[in-house]
Each structure stands twice: as structure tokens, then as C-alpha cells.
């Protein structure tokens, strides 16, 4: 599927801003925040502004499109999956990985027999990456 049948399968209508923001989070991985979006696309889109960066995300995530991740305290960050998965920042480099998630079956049996509908599940561990890590030792 292309970004802009993407766009239209949670009913959001393609623009050359939209489908460019999409793109760039389904193609880069690194769970940019708005700045970083920004800084990469105004050069080929040089009408583009934060304003319609934050505007556009924001329409996404209310969607269903991408999710917005509050991980990193200053900053809001983005990504383009949508399935359930957790995410690790690594403390020293910043760095945002995705790691499988397992949901506990049960447990959400449980909460919706209670009368609860879950509706996002966020699992964020911080800590310090294999890179940083071995980085460190070799400095030691």
C-alpha cells in the first residue's frame, strides 16, 4: 500500500504535506520529533512550517495513523507503527529502539469484564544502549 492509500485508510485526506510527513515516519524508523521532520522535508517543501508539522501530526495520531510517544520528557517524539510494541531510550545517546511487547491476555480479559475498554497500552524502559554500553568499556 502506498503512503497515500495509507492516508485514506484512516480516512485522512493526502496532500503533498501530509503524504511527506507520512512517508518519512513509515520510512524512517528513529521516531522523530517535529523539529527533526521539519528540519528534513523544508528543503524539498519550502512552504512547509512547524505550524502545519505539529497540525498534521496531531491529525495522525488522533486518527489512528501514527502514535505520539512522551518517552523523552522534552520532547514529544512520533512513530509511524501503529502495532503494539514497547520502546527503550537509551540515557546516555537518546536514541529510541522498538522492542516486541507481550500483552497479557488475561489481564486485559480481566480489566474489560470490569467494565474498562482499553484503548493505548505505553511501555517505555529507559536505560543505556549495547552501543553506549561497549563505548564505555572501551573507554574504561
Known amino acids: 500500500m502506498n503512503v497515500y492509500e495509507y492516508l485514506l485508510s484512516y480516512d485522512i485526506k493526502p496532500s503533498v504535506q ?40 496531531k491529525l495522525f ?11 523523552d520528557e522534552r520532547n514529544a517524539c512520533f512513530d509511524g507503527d501503529t502495532s503494539a510494541h514497547a520502546h ?11 522492542l516486541p511487547m507481550h500483552v497479557n ?10 467494565g474498562f475498554s482499553v484503548e493505548e ?7 543505556v544502549c549495547p552501543e553506549c554500553k561497549n563505548n564505555k568499556s572501551d573507554k574504561n
Open 18 to 57: 501530509r503524504i511527506a510527513i507520512m512517508d518519512y515516519l513509515l520510512t524512517h524508523h528513529t521516531h522523530p520529533c517535529i523539529d527533526e521532520i521539519y528540519m528534513a522535508l523544508h528543503d524539498d517543501i519550502p512552504t512547509l512550517s512547524k505550524t502545519t508539522v505539529y497540525n498534521t501530526l
Open 121 to 127: 497500552v505505553h511501555n517505555y524502559y529507559k536505560g
Open 105 to 114: 491476555e488475561k489481564e486485559m480479559s480481566d480489566m474489560a469484564d470490569k
Open 88 to 98: 527503550f531510550q537509551c540515557k546516555c545517546c537518546g536514541k529510541i529502539y522498538d
Open 61 to 71: 495520531v488522533e486518527h489512528g495513523a501514527a502514535k505520539m510517544l512522551t518517552i
